[in-house]
Nanobody, 124 residues
Framework: QVQLVESGGGLVHTGDSLRLSCAAS????????MGWFRQAPGKERELVSS????????YYADSVEGRFTISRDNNKNTVWLQMDNLEPEDTAVYYC?????????????????WGQGTQVTVSS
């Protein structure tokens, strides 16, 4: 049984930082591209960042470029999203997801496995 378990969300203020973690089990982690999505109320789920199997290739949405950093450790079956200089517009539920398809895959339907999500709230 595949499980992706996110943690690290919370309530912070503008300019603060958070580090999200996603621990994977039940799959050959280093065979999967990993992505972080977010979904704000009334909005579609959007790809924030993704990382390739070995960790040497990354993608960031324009809205988070320069503020967020994705990384992974295949020995720990974990992917992280370091979020710095947070803005109220970053408020959303954040999900990690696993894709077999590729690095820059923005369609959520191309992701096979999903975590349950973690809430990030940034107050002004």
């Amino acid at each position: 049984q595949v499980q992706l378990v996110e943690s690290g969300g919370g309530l912070v203020h503008t300019g603060d930082s958070l580090r999200l973690s996603c621990a994977a089990s039940g799959l050959s982690f280093d065979n999967w591209f990993m992505g972080w999505f977010r979904q704000a109320p009334g909005k579609e789920r959007e790809l924030v960042s993704s990382i390739n199997r070995g960790g040497g290739g990354t993608y960031y949405a324009d809205s988070v470029e320069g503020r967020f950093t994705i990384s992974r450790d295949n020995n720990k079956n974990t992917v992280w999203l370091q979020m710095d200089n947070l803005e109220p517009e970053d408020t959303a539920v954040y999900y990690c997801a696993a894709s077999w398809t590729g690095l820059v895959v923005t369609d959520p339907n191309q992701y096979t496995h999903w975590g349950q999500g973690t809430q990030v709230t940034v107050s002004s």
